[in-house]
């Protein structure tokens, strides 16, 4: 029954070694979002899908990539994994992107970097 | 900068007891509220949305928002062990109906 899935539930990568985080979704939402987390922290958007068209948040940094292959579908790609980049991973969806739309979240992936 | 501010806690409360969370908006033209409930190392799960000024109660819990003073609130009746978490407030401005910003959260320990 699971919506949103992420895969895989924990990511542990090396300093400077490319990394994917992957999602999927079965409501068939338009809307895709990537949110990280970090500990006691608040969770921070990353970026968003409203179909195919991307909107990156301005302080994103460089290093963070995403592509969407199609509704179904959203990767996150971390491109030179620092150690300030360890945190839980948040996809989410909705199905319009309306004031009183709500996400639905996946479980999340916690990445370490080491 | 638009900013949602919590009191990031903990707050520690008796089983049975009544938990006040509380959350502040700095942007004027935000349309929409949420409290999420994060478990230690979940994702977060909505609990309640609320649009307009006044209460909206669902089970034991209870949104208030006030507009006037950009503050929106989360009583929790009947505290039991199992809503001890991370209780999150959210805001989606009305510059964007994609963005849905979140404070720190609060750390809520309902004590047996």
């Known amino acids: 029954d699971a919506m949103v899935i992420q895969n895989p539930r924990y990511q542990v990568t090396q300093f400077g070694k490319p990394v994917t985080l992957s999602c999927s979704q079965t409501?068939?939402?338009?809307?895709m979002y990537w949110y990280q987390q970090k500990s006691s922290q608040a969770p921070k958007l990353l970026f968003h899908?409203?179909?195919?068209?991307?909107?990156n948040e301005a302080d994103t940094p460089d290093n963070f990539q995403s592509r969407r292959p199609n509704t179904s579908f959203c990767f996150l790609d971390i491109r030179s994994p620092g150690l300030g980049d360890a945190a839980m991973y948040l996809c989410?969806?909705?199905?319009?992107?309306?004031?009183?739309?709500?996400?639905?979240f996946g479980s999340g992936t916690q990445l370490s970097v080491l | 900068q638009k900013e949602v501010e919590q009191n990031s806690g903990p707050l520690s409360v008796p089983e049975g007891a009544i938990a006040s969370l509380n959350c502040t908006y700095s942007?004027?033209?935000?349309?929409?509220f949420f409290w999420y409930r994060q478990y230690s190392g979940k994702s977060p799960e909505l609990i309640m949305s609320?649009?307009?000024?006044g209460d909206k109660e669902d089970g034991r819990f209870t949104a208030q928002l006030n507009k006037a003073s950009q503050y929106v609130s989360l009583l929790i009746r009947d505290s039991q062990p199992s809503d001890s978490a991370t209780y999150l407030c959210?805001?989606?401005?009305?510059?964007?109906?994609?963005?849905?910003?979140f404070g720190k959260g609060t750390l809520l320990t309902v004590n047996p």
């Open positions: 942007d004027r033209v935000s349309q929409s």
């Open positions: 609320i649009y307009s000024n």
């Open positions: 899908y409203y179909d195919k068209d991307f909107n």
């Open positions: 959210a805001v989606r401005s009305g510059g964007s109906n994609y963005k849905l910003t």
């Open positions: 409501l068939n939402h338009n809307v």
């Open positions: 989410a969806t909705s199905s319009v992107a309306a004031f009183n739309e709500k996400l639905f």
